[in-house]
Every structure is written in C-alpha cells, then in structure tokens.
C-alpha cells in the first residue's frame, strides 16, 4: 500500500521505525524484534538504511518480511551521498523486485572523508538529485522525504532550508517525516512557515522517546534538537536509574504525540529503535486515542 493513500484519517496513527542489524550475526536478533513491533499493527513501519551504523544490505529483506509476513506496510529508506549511478539503479530495481512500495529519499550524513573529498566528482549531492533519478527509473513508488523544525544542522538559515525543501516536493516526495524534536512549539512553528512557503504534503513529525540517559547526548548530538528545561529536568533526574529514564521518557513522548493529536496532527512516527517494549508501551498509553 502506498503510504499516501494512508495520511487521509483524521484518527491517530501511529507508525514505527525500525534499523537493521550492525553485524550478521545480529541479524535474527533485530528481525524477531522487528516483528513483534509489526505485531503491533501499526500503520506503517520504516527500515532505516545504514544509519546508526546499522547494515544497509538487510534494510530490504526486513522490509519485505514486514510487509508479506505481518501486512504492515513498509518504506525502506534510500541513501546516495557515497553511492554511485550504477549502485542506486541497481538499490531501485532490487526495491522493485522485492515489491517494496514506499521510499524514504536521503542524502545521508557526510563522513569525515567524504567532508574532505572534491563534491565537484560526487554523483549525488543532494536528496533532489535521488528524487529525480527515482522518478526517471519509471519505478512507481510513493516517495518519502526528511525535513528539520530545527532546520538542517548544514544550513545557514531555514528560509534557505525550507526553499530547499520545496525543491525536494516538487521532484516527487509525496510526504515528509521530521527529525526528532522535543518541543512540540518547534514542529508548529516551522509548519506554519511550511505551508507560507508552499509545501502542502503532509508533513509526519517523528517523536524519540529518550529511554536511557546516555542516549540522550548522542541523539542531540546527531539531531542538533534543541532540549526544553522540562526534558532536561527530567535527565537530570532520571539518567542515571535506567527504568525511571525509561519510563519517564516514554511518558514524555506519550505527552508529546497526545499533544500533537489534540493540535490537529494525525499520523505520528516514533523513533522505536528496534526495541518493542517501547513502542508496545506508547501504544498502550494511547489505547483510548488511537484510532
Ligand atoms: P538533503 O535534503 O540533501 O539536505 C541536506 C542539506 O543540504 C540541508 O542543509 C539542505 O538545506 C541542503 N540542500 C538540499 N538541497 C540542496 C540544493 N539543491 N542545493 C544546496 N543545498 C541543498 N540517514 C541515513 O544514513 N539512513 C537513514 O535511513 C536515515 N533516515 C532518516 C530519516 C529521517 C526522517 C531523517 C530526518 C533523517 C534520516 N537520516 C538517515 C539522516 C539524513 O541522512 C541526514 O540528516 C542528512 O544529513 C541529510 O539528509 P537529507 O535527505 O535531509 O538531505
């Protein structure tokens, strides 16, 4: 099912992302979790690919077996910025083949080397150029595209960033998801300025529910997301006793999706990371609220 036709509810919907394994050997541990969050039903699940160091040739065969063995449809994620023409058709016909109907179109973040090396001999510099080589393939999928309330920690300006944006819509994405965010004031802001500029997609904010203290550096690292004193507070005193952070954090983002519902957002993504305690219990939080 293409995840287009998905975003017309008007009930909460909550999809779950999940990201292959780092090593072989890990790869039946990540796949039966995989599964019990499709056991979950939500409405989606996304498969990342390569990022946080997981394995980029396992995103496809967990996306199929998602799809065809649990019904849940999938969007398996795409890179470029380190790939070559010959390697992304080759990654689009193999999506073809597996019968995957969703792609997530991204650059992926730079590498120190790649930092270093001439972008003049880059194939691929940006996600718009992904964008349109999928569309040129003739492959019919319903495309996905990252977009950042905070803006892109590359961009000087979010004006540039939205402008940018809206180039990536106009090649063919069909939605967007958000990097994470911890202040729901953040996400409303850069809609309204979303929609100014033009940007009529819908846009699937994507909500991180923090469950360990040592992730939390990581994950602002990554993300550059800004930390409210509340989210700080709560860190601050539960970091350092894993099962007070972790239900303090799956409260907190709990409290974020009921807000982001009652402000009129439908379809919400959650950062599950393979673990389907997490998503099972942000699920049951919103028993009465999911549609
Ligand atoms: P782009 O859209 O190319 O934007 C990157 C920067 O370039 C921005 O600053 C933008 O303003 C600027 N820019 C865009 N177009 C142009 C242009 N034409 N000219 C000049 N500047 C331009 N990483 C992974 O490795 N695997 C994943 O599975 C993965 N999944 C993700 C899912 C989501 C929802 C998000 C938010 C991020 C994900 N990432 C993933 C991380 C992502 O790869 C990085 O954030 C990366 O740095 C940017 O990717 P992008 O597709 O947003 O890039």
């Known amino acids: 099912m293409k995840l287009s036709e998905l975003f017309k509810n008007d009930k909460l919907s909550l999809s779950f992302e999940v990201f292959p394994p780092k090593t072989d050997m890990a790869f039946d541990s990540v796949k039966s979790a995989t599964e019990e969050i499709a ?33 849940v449809p ?41 930092e270093k ?22 492959a019919d999928f319903c495309i996905g595209g990252a ?10 300006n979010q004006k540039e960033d939205i402008k940018y944006l809206k180039e990536k819509v106009d090649a063919g994405c069909s939605f967007l998801t958000t990097q994470m ?28 529910p923090i469950t360990n203290g040592n992730q939390v550096e990581r994950a602002i690292k990554l993300s550059g997301s800004f930390m409210p004193q509340r989210f700080k507070s709560l860190v601050d005193k539960f970091g350092t006793s894993p099962e007070a952070m972790k239900q303090a954090g799956i409260a907190y983002a709990t409290d974020q999706i009921i807000d982001l519902f009652a402000n009129g957002i439908t ?19 919103l028993s009465d609220i999911l549609g």
């Open 181 to 208: 965010f911890f202040d729901n004031n953040l996400l409303y802001n850069f809609l309204y300025k979303i929609r100014e500029a033009g940007i009529t997609v819908p846009i699937i904010p994507g909500v991180m």
């Open 117 to 138: 090396s001439d972008r003049s001999k880059w194939a691929y510099r940006h996600a718009v150029d992904l964008i349109h080589d999928i569309k040129t393939s003739g």
């Open 267 to 285: 379809n919400v993504h959650v950062y599950s990371m393979n673990k389907p305690d997490v998503a099972a219990k942000i699920q049951s939080n």
């Open 39 to 71: 056991k979950l039903r939500p409405s989606f699940m996304s498969v990342t690919y390569g990022a946080g160091g997981g394995t980029s040739r396992y995103t496809l065969e967990i996306a199929k077996n998602i799809k065809e063995h649990y019904s």
């Open 74 to 114: 999938t969007l398996a994620h795409l890179t470029c910025v380190s790939s070559t023409k010959e390697t992304v058709l080759e990654k689009i016909e193999a999506m073809k083949d597996a019968g995957i109907e969703n792609v997530m179109a991204l650059r992926g973040d730079l590498t120190p080397e790649l």
């Open 147 to 156: 977009c950042y309330p905070e803006i892109h920690p590359e961009s000087t």
